[in-house]
C-alpha cells in the first residue's frame, strides 16, 4: 500500500482572528469578544504556534470543538 499523508487538521485563522481581534469561531469583530482559550497553528511542520483568541457571545464555548 502506497504511504498517505495524514490529513490536515489545523484550521486557517484570519489575522483578526489570531490577534484576538474577531471571533474565533465566526470572524466577526464588531460584537463583545470574551476570552475563548487558545489555538494552535502550524508555521511550518513541527512548527507551532499558541495564540490566545477571543469568541463572541455565540461562539464562546464552541471555539475548541
Ligand atoms: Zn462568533
Redesign the pocket.
Known sequence: MPETEAPPTLMVYSDAQLHALA??????GD?ELLAAGHVRTEVRPGQHLVWAVV?????QDGARC
Open positions: 471571533c474565533i469561531v465566526c470572524g466577526r460584537r469568541a463572541c457571545p455565540d461562539h
